[in-house]
């Protein structure tokens, strides 16, 4: 059994087959999930897991190179928006642009969460 790390089996498989560049999305629990995108579905209410939650579990099991986050954020939940920039530097994007981008995910991560704009993509990068 896994001593440290991810336990989700689905998740922990999956990250461990991620290649530099490869996307990996973290999404609140109204984010459409593109045909054809693995999803691993985390949510059990509204609300839980929460999206800080799970980014934080991800975040120190899996190598970011760049992250992206609607712009929309800023306005319409700038406290997980505060919450994600002291985590990692990322890029602004439309919410329609990350929804697009999510088309191009290897796997999404739904949340429970159910404040606005709660998303991000990371792209995976490379621990050499």
């Known amino acids: ?5 991810i336990i989700n089996r689905d998740i922990a498989s999956a990250l461990a087959a991620f290649g530099h560049t490869d996307l990996l999305v973290i999404g609140d629990c109204g984010l459409p999930i593109p045909k054809g995108v693995p999803c691993v579905d985390l949510s059990y209410r509204i609300g839980d897991p929460a999206f800080l939650t799970i980014l934080d579990a991800v975040l120190d099991d899996f190598e970011a190179e760049a992250a992206f986050i ?20 990322a890029d602004y994007i439309t919410h329609e642009e990350l929804k697009d981008l999510s088309k191009q995910a290897k796997l999404i ?3 429970g969460e159910a404040t606005p704009y ?3 993509v990371l792209r995976s990068g490379v621990i050499f």
């Open 70 to 89: 609607a712009q929309e954020i800023t306005k319409g939940n700038p406290e997980v928006e505060n919450e994600i920039l002291k985590k990692m530097k």
């Open 109 to 111: 991560i739904r949340t």
């Open 118 to 120: 709660a998303n991000i």
């Open 1 to 5: 059994m896994k001593k440290h790390g």
